[in-house]
């Protein structure tokens, strides 16, 4: 079991920067690729940004690239996600995802088992 929490969501003024935090508590973090997927109003869930279980890989949306940056930290079973130069259209609520154990890196939200509450993100024009 792999409870995980996210905090650091709020209001921004566009071209602003917030970083999201999940903490995760439970067994197997290290063995976990862990990402951060997003949901707008009224769209589907979609991949943001993801980093290997080993620390060797980082994978992003195209949207986010250059402006995203995910990090993790496994003695501290944390993962984050600093959003710099952020725009409206990222507006959502921002999830942080742990993937099956032993997978590879992936930006399919069906391989991650386990999910945190998510924290809004608002970007004002």
């Known amino acids: 079991q792999v409870q995980l929490v996210e905090s650091g969501g709020g209001l921004v003024q566009a071209g602003g920067s917030l970083r999201l935090s999940c903490a995760a508590s439970?067994?197997?973090?290290?063995?976990?690729?862990m990402a951060w997927f997003r949901r707008a109003p009224g769209k589907e869930r979609e991949f943001v940004a993801a980093?290997?279980?080993?620390?060797?890989?980082?994978t992003y949306a195209d949207s986010v690239k250059g402006r995203f940056t995910i990090a993790r930290d496994n003695a501290k079973n944390t993962v984050n996600l600093q959003m710099n130069s952020l725009k409206p259209e990222d507006t959502a609520v921002y999830y942080c995802?742990?993937?099956?154990?032993?997978?590879?890196?992936?930006?399919?939200?069906?391989?991650?088992?386990?999910w945190g509450q998510g924290t809004q993100v608002t970007v004002s024009s």
């Open positions: 439970g067994r197997s973090f290290n063995a976990r690729t």
């Open positions: 980093f290997s279980r080993d620390g060797g890989r980082t």
């Open positions: 995802a742990a993937e099956t154990p032993f997978r590879a890196i992936t930006t399919i939200g069906s391989e991650y088992d386990y």
